[in-house]
């Protein structure tokens, strides 16, 4: 009897396209996604159950083009494949759907609050994270979950707290790159951002000029304290007192 595997069929990772050859029209739309990459590589450096593609292709049907997100995040998936890496990510060869969709709404809108709001809940991502930055009056920062189906806006506060992840989400200031201005973080249980190379290199750096100050500052009480001593001792003896008796 012949053993018949649909999923052979199907054509591999190395065969399809790595993207849909759009061109980002904001280069917030790689940066962004490029930091939470790069934060979780800080926060999960033992860990190999995980992968964040920055636009990247996500295939779900052979017959179709893939869904490009600007970044997504897997759990129990492997990490890296080989030196090569993954040149797509393709649900029949990953047998997971990913748990987080992020996109960075440009001037240019591409359909992140209509169509690919649609798409990924049909696909039933369970996360989906948008961020706009050039709203005013509106939230710029949206989470939704899937519920029943479909996307429900999780409470408006900053950041976040996604309990299947075990990290929070938010927006703050700070500086990546080199660049100060409002980016979006992973956050730990206690609601603190996980910092940047170059803000955790600046937070060491204000510890130990601190730490310094201090030691100067202990210094000084110190021997102003034995300024006090001494003058203490020579009133003393002025009174025919000798202060070595009193100890």
Request: with cysteine; glycine share 6%; aromatic share 10%.
């Amino acid at each position: 009897m012949l053993n018949y595997d649909p999923l052979a069929c199907l054509p591999s990772s190395e065969e399809l396209p790595d993207s849909d050859d759009t061109p980002v029209d904001n280069e917030l739309q790689d940066l962004i996604p490029g930091l939470l990459k790069a934060l979780l590589a800080i926060a999960w450096p033992e860990r190999m159950d995980w992968f964040f593609g920055v636009d990247m292709g996500i295939y779900y049907d052979p017959d179709l083009p893939p869904i490009v997100p600007d970044g997504f995040l897997s759990l129990g998936v492997e990490r890296f494949y080989d030196e090569n890496l993954r040149p797509s990510y393709v649900l029949w060869e990953e047998r997971r759907v990913p748990l987080l969709a992020l996109e960075v709404v440009s001037q240019k809108y591409r359909g992140e609050y209509s169509t690919k709001k649609a798409e990924y809940a049909k696909l039933g991502i369970l996360y989906y994270v948008v961020y706009n930055p050039n709203r005013r009056r509106k939230p710029r920062l949206e989470i939704y979950k899937l519920i029943n189906g479909g996307y429900t806006a999780l409470e408006d506060s900053n950041p976040v707290w996604l309990p299947e992840i075990g990290l929070g989400i938010g927006m703050e200031r700070g500086t990546y790159l080199g660049i100060p201005r409002q980016w979006l973080y992973w956050y730990n249980q206690q609601g603190e951002k996980l910092l940047t190379p170059e803000e955790d290199a600046k937070l060491a750096k204000q510890e130990a000029q601190q730490a310094k100050q201090e030691a100067q500052q202990a210094k000084q009480e110190a021997q102003q304290a034995r300024r006090r001593a001494e003058l203490l001792a020579e009133q003393l003896r002025s009174l025919g007192i000798d202060p070595d008796s009193l100890s």
